[in-house]
């Protein structure tokens, strides 16, 4: 028995999906991770990457090297780009070179940094080290044997290191070639924060700095020659209005020259408008792209904000809606969103915190763009914030509530003598 119903005479949708002439000839080259034949405007950066890491090449230990620059000025696609000509450039002189790339945002502990790092050595006779259970001590002298065993130089890349948990693994990666008789490490740690290295162990400091790399951000003309040379290879000629790359790009160089930004951009807006079955990308749709970008990552910030920023969250948001449904002014003070707040953390079982240090969790939701709070003066009364929502409460409630400790609040209301007036 079919648990499918029945086909219909317009139940074939994706064929008919496949067969319209959309826009893209690779979708994949608007993306941030596609890596071109040419990175424009980082010749500088690969070429000084490259005489870091050429002694690999001869058989010699590279300096390890820190990699500092904001989102999106092309850190980790250099770093890949020298890691690929690395290795192919060690297979033409006969020099074995490995080449271990980890994102420490999602590898974020000592035991699964050091446990991936040794799963690449990992062959079809080689023990696999398990996920967790293993003494970390147990991990990093199985990593020992397993580089020694490999030979040649390992270059290990370290993406968002700042996002490592504790020193421990940065002290003993650091250490590695000390005891290491065969082979021979090299790490090259990349980060945003310009001051990760002033909060570092000095024991670390010293045997990890030894080279620093600055990124500087891309320019508005720039983030254009990046964008034109990917649209040539994603999308069909005269796809997109003259303006089109022009704004993207100056919408990206106002937020420190991120080339991320900018391809999302585009792409998103390209996307719109090949799912309307239209033939050219205008400006209209950058804009439209920009609001949706904007919106998600909104979206991403409030699903991981702390539990009492979301407190407070969610008090602004039962206040708003109390306000909707009375015919209220919707605007609110600290004062009034506290009382809400210490309400909530009641029901909830949660620790309230001072009122001044929910006006900073207060500003800390301003800067972050999920609210807006201004501060007025009241007169005789003092200064307070007048706070209101800068996105649509509905999505942010549904965002809130997916929280389990939220469950209980969704019949919570607002009383009418909680606010102070």
Not at 225 to 249: E, F, N, T, Y
């Amino acid at each position: 028995m079919s648990f499918f119903p029945a086909k219909t005479v317009n139940s074939d949708i994706f064929g008919k999906l496949l067969k319209s002439d959309g826009f893209f000839i690779d979708r994949e080259a608007m993306r941030p991770s596609y890596m071109p034949n040419i990175l424009p405007h980082r010749e500088e950066q690969i070429n000084e990457l490259a005489t870091i890491l050429v002694p690999a090449l001869r058989g010699e230990t590279p300096s390890n090297v820190f990699m500092y620059g904001k989102t999106g000025t092309g850190k980790t696609i250099v770093t890949k780009y020298v890691g690929e000509e690395l290795l192919k450039k060690g297979e033409e002189v006969g020099k074995h070179v490995n080449f271990v790339y980890i994102n420490c945002e999602v590898v974020d502990t000592q035991y699964r940094l050091l446990q991936n790092i040794a799963n690449h050595f990992i062959n079809e006779w080689s023990e696999r080290i398990p996920f967790t259970g293993w003494p970390t001590d147990e991990v990093f002298a199985k990593l020992q044997k397993m580089i020694d065993k490999n030979g040649g130089v390992t270059v290990i890349i370290l993406d968002e290191i700042d996002k490592l948990k504790g020193d421990e693994a940065l002290y003993n990666l650091s250490r590695v070639n000390t005891q290491l008789s065969k082979a021979k490490v090299s790490i090259v740690g990349i980060s945003n924060d310009l001051k990760f290295t002033e909060f570092l162990d000095p024991r670390v400091k010293s045997s990890l700095g030894e080279e620093n790399l600055i990124f500087p951000p891309y320019d508005a003309s720039q983030l254009q020659d990046i964008l034109k040379q990917r649209v040539k290879i994603a999308l069909k000629p005269h796809s997109i209005d003259d303006d089109v790359i022009p704004l993207c790009s100056a919408l990206a160089a106002q937020e420190h020259g991120d080339a991320r930004r900018a391809l999302d951009l585009l792409r998103m807006a390209a996307e719109i408008a090949d799912r309307q079955g239209l033939i050219k990308v205008t400006k209209k749709f950058v804009r439209i792209a920009q609001n949706k970008i904007e919106l998600d990552r909104i979206n991403e910030v409030v699903r991981t904000l702390p539990t009492q920023s979301k407190l407070i969250l969610l008090a602004i948001l039962l206040q708003e809606e109390h306000d909707k449904k009375s015919n209220s002014p919707s605007t609110m003070t600290t004062g009034e969103v506290y009382e809400i707040y210490k309400d909530l953390c009641k029901k909830t079982r949660t620790d309230s915190l001072t009122q001044r240090r929910i006006a900073d969790l207060i500003s800390e939701l301003d800067m972050l763009g999920i609210i807006t709070a201004r501060v007025i003066s009241k007169g005789r009364y003092g200064r307070t914030r007048e706070i209101k929502l800068s996105n649509p409460s509905d999505e942010l409630f549904d965002i809130v509530k997916e929280d389990p400790v939220y469950g209980e609040l969704s019949n919570y209301k607002v009383r009418s003598q909680t606010r102070l007036l």
